[in-house]
């Protein structure tokens, strides 16, 4: 609460930036002013990341797609006050104190129709000496705008100093909450009509990931809801296993249908019954980026955190074989990248960069460019092959440094990238990494691309 909470329970800090939607509409153009407050949304720059919990963001929609399906039960919070009413001389009982505890309330996501019908026109007032009053008309079909109401009692909803706050859907537990709109305008007095007016978060999403990726490099990772495992027997599946990637069923008894690699049941065009077996896996692919980047095994952006020199595990299957790595600086001051990269199964290999140049080792041994065949530990099955490119450049350009090592199960380009400006460039100071899984794991792996793959428990 406002007066209990200890310095341990929250964080201060003095913005660095601002950015205000370039289409936020404000001012009256009379006679008639149209979607006022459109697009009313801004984002605070911080001098460092916060230690908070951190709530996601509903994913890109577009009307008249709603960012949840009307009817939903919404939560918004705030500090704002109870029950203001403008009046030159208020009674004490309408000149309310800002509530200490955080007030919430419960609203439900209202449909596009509802909105037009309760909140399309209206007389605002301006801040003259005396007010003047505006004609102001909306359309909600096409503004950025969504609307959520508590219409059974005790009626209520957002008011005074509210805005800017959230509008979410409650998860099961605080992780799981995701913020569809955020405080933007409602009728006054409040309380007497209990619809309230939301930035609609859905339709600004891309503004705000691009600005956030402006700042700091990062893409931000929208909230996307995990679909309930239905078993359905008619189409085969008997039991759920949830995936990281997809949560369906991983499991069939319907002899005419079979498992595929995403662990969906489709079906099988044959006249007679199949065996019920897993489908034959198809090779993915994963990337571990620049500047914070990575792309999961099926297509997932990802975004990797850590403080210069610290340990990242990309893919591994321990014990068995690890591929990790450690951070240095990427482009920017804020984002990180791979400066060094270690494998390990029959064979060791060291990936770093010293003086602008690639640095490999094998089994602790210094390797030149070239083809590299080496040998697998006593008592272990299967070579790994480790091929070290030679620098290849032309017309003032070259090819960024390349290392793969190759094994039945998985392959891994490391790379130092090339970087081109107009005629010339320069390599990169950081790593890259591609590691492709050729064979369907026997262990859920881990690291941040390992747990974008589905495991079957096959």
Not at 22 to 50: E, Y
Request: charged share 15%; glycine share 8%; with cysteine.
């Amino acid at each position: 609460m406002r007066t209990q909470d200890k310095p341990a329970d929250y964080e201060q800090f003095l913005t660095q930036q601002t950015a205000v939607h370039p289409k936020f509409k404000s001012g009256f153009t009379d006679p008639v002013t149209t979607d006022l407050m459109n697009n009313d949304v801004a984002l605070l720059l911080l001098p460092q990341a916060s230690t908070m919990p951190v709530m996601k963001l509903v994913g890109p929609t577009n009307k008249p797609t709603l960012p949840v399906k009307a009817g939903t039960v919404l939560t918004s919070i705030g500090w704002g006050v109870n029950g203001y009413t403008p009046n030159p001389n208020p009674p004490p009982a309408d000149n309310p104190t800002l509530p200490q505890p955080l007030q919430m309330i419960r609203q439900k996501m209202l449909r596009l129709d509802q909105c037009q019908a309760r909140k399309g026109s209206g007389d605002w007032a301006d801040r003259q000496n005396p007010p003047v009053s505006h004609n102001v008309q909306y359309n909600f079909a096409t503004n950025a705008m969504i609307c959520a109401s508590r219409d059974t009692w005790p009626v209520g909803g957002t008011c005074q100093g509210d805005s800017g706050g959230p509008l979410f859907v409650a998860g099961a537990s605080a992780a799981e909450d995701y913020q569809v709109g955020t405080v933007s305008w409602g009728s006054v007095p409040c309380n007497v009509n209990p619809t309230d007016v939301y930035a609609n978060l859905g339709q600004l999403f891309n503004w705000i990931d691009a600005t956030v990726f402006v700042w700091t490099g990062d893409h931000l990772t929208p909230w996307a809801p995990v679909e309930p495992c239905k078993q359905d027997p008619a189409k085969g599946c008997a039991t759920c296993r949830p995936a990281p990637n997809q949560n369906k069923c991983a499991t069939c008894t319907n002899p005419a249908y079979i498992v595929n690699a995403a662990g969906k049941a489709s079906g099988v065009q044959s006249w007679h019954a199949q065996p019920c077996v897993p489908a034959p896996f198809r090779p993915v692919t994963g990337k571990m980026l620049a500047d914070n980047r990575a792309v999961g095994f099926y297509g997932q952006r990802i975004t990797y955190k850590g403080a210069i020199g610290e340990p990242v595990d990309i893919v591994s299957a321990a014990p068995f074989w690890v591929l990790n790595g450690r951070l240095v600086r990427g482009s920017r001051w804020s984002t990180r990248a791979l400066g060094t990269v270690h494998w390990a199964y029959n064979n060791v290999v060291d990936v770093g960069i010293s003086n602008g140049r690639m640095v490999v080792t094998v089994n602790g041994r210094l390797q030149r460019p070239g083809p590299v065949l080496a040998v697998a530990a006593a008592g272990t099955s299967g070579q790994e092959k480790c091929n070290y490119h030679p620098d290849r450049c032309y017309n003032g350009w070259c090819d960024s440094r390349r290392v793969d090592i190759l094994h039945p199960a998985i392959t891994i380009a490391i790379t130092q990238p090339y970087m081109r400006s107009g005629r010339s460039g320069r390599f990169a100071n950081w790593l890259e990494v591609e590691v492709v899984i050729k064979a369907q794991p026997k262990q859920q792996l881990t690291g941040y691309l390992g747990e974008t793959i589905l495991f079957t428990g096959k």
